[in-house]
């Protein structure tokens, strides 16, 4: 599902959701090739419910 947001606006709609999200493009060898609407979602260090939470908060965020 595409909602139309880029890269930099995904980050600063999770942030302000208070879930953090990552930058995908900063690992494309070619910058230029790089999706202009795609995150990492890291979930290293969270409880099962920490994780529910988060992207439900994400979808909130998002859509």
Do not use: C, P
């Not at 202009?36 to 979602?41: E, L």
């Amino acid at each position: 599902m595409y909602n139309g947001m880029g890269e930099e606006e995904l980050i600063r709609a999770a942030a302000q959701k208070g879930v953090k999200v990552y930058a995908v493009s900063l690992y494309w060898e070619n910058q230029t090739q790089a999706e202009a609407s795609m995150v990492q979602i890291g979930f290293g260090g969270l409880s099962n419910e920490d994780i529910v939470l988060g992207i439900h908060s994400l979808f909130r965020a998002w859509f």
